[in-house]
């Protein structure tokens, strides 16, 4: 579909039935975004990321954002759709978070290279995970936002990471090498950084008062299709 850009007003939010990837300027590997774009994936870029999208020899559902590093706008706007949102308020990241709905939604290139952009990215994650069903994916970890209890399979020895986006006491872990049982966490404090499988069923359980709190289940990247598939 070929359309010029859009105000705010003209048709958003975009509905897609499947996933999307928002791609944004960071390290992405052209290779994962055509293996993502050969399994039905949406790839979406937000601003710059549309480049990056084309870089890899693939054409964007849409580019989003104030479009201030977008290379070749008009370019863009003869072959996808393009929405131009002037405000300054939100990163692009968020543009594309409130401007779209899509069943599971995969972020790459927000994080690595400056860390100023990886904070605004899990500010961003932390402000959507409620609402979404949000993947940072980075050159070698997939991070799940999860909310709530969460289980997987896991294979003995395999990497199991949390990180308490805000204060979060869980009440009971199965399947890990160091139990989550009683357990506060939180950003400056305890952190659940590189725990393990023990091989089997995974399951971590926030307590009941900390159900609706984000948290990160960071595990290696090849568990990507995995999770994705599990969260579908």
Same mark, same amino acid.
């Given at each position: $579909?070929?359309?010029?850009?859009?105000?705010? #007003?003209? %048709?958003?939010?975009?509905?897609?039935?499947?996933?999307?990837?928002?791609? %944004?300027?960071?390290?992405?590997?052209?290779?994962?975004?055509?293996?993502?774009?050969?399994?039905?994936?949406?790839?979406?870029?937000?601003?710059?990321?549309?480049? &990056?999208?084309? #870089?890899?020899?693939?054409?964007?559902?849409?580019?989003? @954002? =104030?479009?201030?590093?977008?290379? =070749?706008?008009?370019?863009?706007?003869?072959?996808?759709?393009?929405?131009?949102?002037?405000?300054?308020?939100?990163?692009?990241?968020?543009?594309?978070?409130?401007?779209?709905?899509?069943?599971?939604?995969?972020?790459?290139? $927000?994080?690595?290279?400056?860390?100023?952009?990886?904070?605004?990215?899990?500010? #961003?994650?932390?402000?959507?995970?409620?609402?979404?069903?949000?993947?940072? &994916?980075?050159?070698?970890? &997939?991070?799940?936002?999860?909310?709530?209890?969460?289980?997987?399979?896991?294979?003995? @020895?395999?990497?199991?990471?949390?990180?308490?986006?805000?204060?979060?006491?869980?009440?009971?872990?199965?399947?890990?090498?160091?139990?989550?049982?009683?357990?506060?966490?939180?950003? %400056?404090?305890?952190? @659940?950084?590189?725990?393990?499988?023990?091989? @089997?069923? &995974?399951?971590?359980?926030?307590?009941?008062?900390?159900?609706?709190?984000?948290?990160?289940?960071?595990?290696?990247?090849?568990?990507?299709?995995?999770?994705?598939?599990?969260?579908?």
């Amino acid at each position: $579909m070929q359309e010029t850009s859009v105000t705010a #007003a003209d %048709g958003l939010p975009i509905v897609f039935e499947g996933p999307i990837a928002i791609v %944004g300027g960071g390290a992405v590997e052209p290779q994962l975004l055509a293996a993502l774009a050969a399994r039905g994936v949406a790839l979406v870029g937000a601003d710059g990321g549309g480049d &990056v999208i084309g #870089a890899a020899g693939l054409v964007p559902a849409a580019i989003i @954002g =104030d479009l201030d590093s977008l290379a =070749d706008r008009a370019g863009w706007e003869a072959r996808t759709r393009v929405v131009h949102l002037a405000e300054q308020a939100t990163t692009d990241f968020q543009k594309v978070l409130y401007s779209t709905r899509a069943p599971v939604t995969l972020a790459l290139g $927000m994080t690595g290279k400056r860390l100023d952009h990886t904070l605004a990215a899990l500010s #961003a994650v932390l402000e959507y995970a409620p609402s979404r069903r949000l993947l940072l &994916v980075d050159e070698v970890d &997939v991070a799940f936002a999860a909310v709530g209890a969460f289980a997987f399979d896991a294979a003995a @020895g395999e990497r199991v990471s949390l990180h308490p986006l805000e204060p979060i006491d869980f009440s009971g872990s199965t399947g890990l090498d160091y139990p989550l049982d009683g357990l506060h966490l939180a950003p %400056g404090g305890m952190l @659940g950084t590189s725990n393990a499988a023990i091989g @089997g069923r &995974v399951e971590i359980v926030p307590a009941a008062a900390s159900m609706g709190v984000p948290w990160l289940l960071i595990l290696d990247k090849g568990r990507l299709w995995d999770l994705m598939a599990a969260l579908r």
